[in-house]
C-alpha cells in the first residue's frame, strides 16, 4: 500500500457513515471496532474515543486519540508505509482516532509466527524511538493477510521525558543504516521548514513534546546508533 491509497483510506473514513459499533473487550481503554460505508463499500476500523481513555499519571488527560494520529503522520512523512491509515473524527461516543483495521489470520506471539525482514525490523525499532513509544510489545505487530507487516498501538507516544519501552532492543548499540539516517535527515529538515507537517503536530502535541521530538531526531543524526535499554523498566510486561 503506497502513500496514495493510505490516503484514499483516510478520506473513506472523514466521509463514511458509521453503521454499526461494537466494544472490544481488551485492554484498559474503551476500543471498538465500527463498521463505516461510503458509496456502496465498506470497511471497519479501530475507534478510540477520547472519553475512553483511563487517567495516567504520566500522560496528559484524553491526549493519546492524538497520538495515534501523531505516530501516523509521522510514518506518512517519513514515508515508512506501515502504520495503518489513521483520522481523527467524531464517532457514536465523541472525537477519537479511527484506524483502518487490518485483518489478519492470527496474532503474532513470536517470531516464529512470521517471517520478519532484519530492515524493515529496525525501521521499527527506530520508529518507536523516533516516537518515543512508551508501550511497544509483539502483538502491536500485525501481519495482514497479503503478508504484509503493520505496526499499531501508538497512544503512548511522544511524551517529553524518554519513555522508550519496547520487546525489540535487538540491536542496540548497533549503527543504524545509512539510508534510515538519510530518512530522518528529511525529516529533520521537513520539520525545520516550517511544513505543514509542523503545523499539523502543534495541533496534536505540547510544544514541548515536539522540541523533544527535535533533539531525539538530532540524537539520531549524530550518533547513528539503535538506542540501548536504560533498565528493567525499558521492557513492557506483559511482553506480548
Known amino acids: 500500500m503506497d502513500r496514495v491509497e493510505l490516503l484514499q483510506l483516510c478520506d473513506f473514513m472523514k466521509q463514511a457513515e458509521i453503521e454499526s459499533c461494537d466494544w472490544l473487550l481488551a485492554g484498559s481503554n474503551h476500543v471498538f471496532v465500527v463498521r463505516m460505508v461510503h458509496d456502496g463499500r465498506e470497511l471497519k476500523s479501530i475507534y478510540?474515543?477520547?472519553?475512553?481513555?483511563?487517567?495516567?499519571?504520566?500522560?496528559?488527560?484524553?491526549?493519546?486519540?492524538?497520538?495515534?494520529?501523531?505516530?501516523?503522520?509521522?510514518?506518512?512523512?517519513?514515508?515508512?508505509?506501515?502504520?495503518?491509515?489513521?483520522?481523527?473524527?467524531?464517532?457514536?461516543?465523541?472525537?477519537?482516532?479511527?484506524?483502518?483495521?487490518?485483518e489478519i489470520p492470527k496474532r503474532i506471539r513470536n517470531f516464529n509466527d512470521t517471517i520478519v525482514d532484519v530492515l524493515l525490523?529496525?525501521?521499527?525499532?527506530?520508529?518507536?524511538?523516533?516516537?518515543?513509544?512508551?508501550?511497544?510489545?509483539?502483538?502491536?505487530?500485525?501481519?495482514?493477510?497479503y503478508g504484509r507487516l503493520w505496526i499499531v498501538d501508538h497512544g503512548?507516544?511522544?511524551?517529553?521525558?524518554?519513555?522508550?519501552?519496547?520487546?525489540?532492543?535487538d540491536y542496540a548499540g548497533q549503527k543504524i543504516p545509512k539510508e534510515m539516517v538519510a530518512d530522518i535527515k528529511i525529516l529533520r529538515d521537513r520539520l525545520k521548514q516550517g511544513r505543514d507537517i509542523r503545523n499539523k503536530l502543534l495541533q496534536?502535541?505540547?510544544?514541548?513534546?515536539?522540541?523533544?521530538?527535535?533533539?531525539?531526531?538530532?540524537?539520531?543524526?549524530?550518533e547513528a546508533v539503535f538506542p540501548h535499554p536504560t533498565s528493567s523498566w525499558s521492557v513492557p510486561f506483559p511482553w506480548y
Not at 156 to 169: A, D, E, G, I, M
Not at 204 to 222: G, N, V
Request: aromatic letters at 14%; one cysteine or more.
Open 121 to 145: 525490523l529496525k525501521k521499527i525499532i527506530l520508529f518507536d524511538y523516533l516516537v518515543n513509544n512508551a508501550d511497544r510489545k509483539i502483538s502491536h505487530l500485525l501481519n495482514d493477510k
Open 48 to 102: 478510540k474515543p477520547c472519553q475512553g481513555e483511563a487517567p495516567l499519571w504520566d500522560f496528559p488527560d484524553g491526549t493519546l486519540y492524538k497520538r495515534e494520529y501523531a505516530a501516523f503522520l509521522i510514518s506518512l512523512e517519513i514515508e515508512w508505509y506501515f502504520v495503518p491509515p489513521t483520522i481523527i473524527r467524531q464517532g457514536p461516543y465523541g472525537i477519537g482516532s479511527m484506524q483502518y483495521m487490518v
Open 204 to 222: 496534536l502535541l505540547d510544544k514541548k513534546e515536539i522540541e523533544a521530538l527535535d533533539i531525539r531526531i538530532k540524537k539520531i543524526l549524530q
Open 156 to 169: 503512548l507516544t511522544f511524551n517529553s521525558v524518554p519513555k522508550l519501552r519496547t520487546v525489540f532492543w
